[in-house]
């Protein structure tokens, strides 16, 4: 049976039947029909009737036959109307299919047109001498097999409390603690030296000294990015750790801002609810990237000063305009003003999370291996939390061995509450 929206000449496929015997001629029909039967019986029949039955009969039947005819006639002059109803019902509802199928055309054509401008645009931007200039070839930069190395260099970076320096401005800290654990020898244990770059770096020329071999690997623990990862290389993930949106506390407490925000609709609901919200940006840290991601360009705001307290106080103090920053939960739980709560985080939990690495350079793979063989050998006894916490308990105060576990279960929850060791799924996925 033809589809009348996706076949709107089917009228013309279709035979009709004559005009006379539509539904609108049939009260006419009707009414001549009671004419002749009327005539019929005040003529022949009435005689005919009135000599076999009397007069009192004649009239009943006449009256019984009028009243079934006046009856067929109101019958059709009901059906006549609605079906006259219905047709011109079809007929606007066809006019609609006609006009949507015009605007469907001509969007198609609009998307088609659309389509073969950004295909002869990428084309454009986009020539085989560019493209190649922008991959970075593969190159093999190993500093022996990873059986064989005997001696690693490593750079860093202050990140409290992954790397902090002591009072001789040596580097100390967990991140320096787990790398030393997974250096320390070789799976056929032969001892590793270990020895470290003596200029602190910070976050906009740490992969830059690695990639200059400057040192091998980076000791501050840091987060798998894509852009990162074209850089240099990643060891396997030591952890997940949680990242937050921090903004003004009174700010954050706008039920008609943030209620039902994930990283799923952040960018498409900031535009709509906050669209003068300021992004902050540390140059080459993880606050630049999803500012980049989830924000326009013309709200983000780059500062100079990375101290995490300066910014948290930036952003809860001015008052003329609103500032956010992404940043990982697990340091900035610990800052003042978030404590205060005067800054908040917006962003439910373990909505965004990156995987904490080490970094080589990306033609290493044989420290790479190294790095990840000792990797799984430490973690199927501990896992690399458990001994996070335990080189974070080190460096508790404390009077009593109660007081320092009672230190220790509040760290080792602390650390449960920001970091994952597995990547969480869905309950939806499951």
Known sequence: MPDPLTDPGDEQKTPRRSKFWNFDRIGLVAGLLLAVVTILYTSEVKAGLIRTFGGYWTYIIIGLSSCLLLTVLALAFWRTRDLNKTKKELADEKSKVQDFENRLNVITTNLHQMMEGKDVAFAQDNEPEKLLSSFIPYKKDSIGRWDEVSEVRYGHLKYPPFVNYDEHNVPVGPGVQLLNDLLLHTP???????????????????????????????????????????????????????????????????QEVWHGVTAENLRLEIRMRAPRLRFLTIKGEISEKLAHKYADKDVIEPIDDIAVPKIFQKIADTRDASYAIFAETFTSERDLSVKNLRVKNVLPWFQILYPVCFAVRIGDHQLANLLNIRLMELTQKTSMLDRFVNKLADDLSYKSQDEFEAKRKALQAEVAANFVTEWPVKASGK
Do not use: C, H, Q
């Open 188 to 254: 056929e244990k032969k001892i590793v030296s270990l020895d470290y770059e003596e200029k602190p770096r910070d976050w906009a020329d740490i992969l830059d000294g690695l990639r200059e071999k400057k040192y091998n690997v980076i000791a501050t623990p840091m987060f798998a990015t894509f852009e990162r990862s074209k850089k240099v290389r990643f060891s396997a993930p030591l952890f997940f750790s949680n990242v937050g949106l921090y903004v003004r506390g009174d700010f954050a407490d706008a």
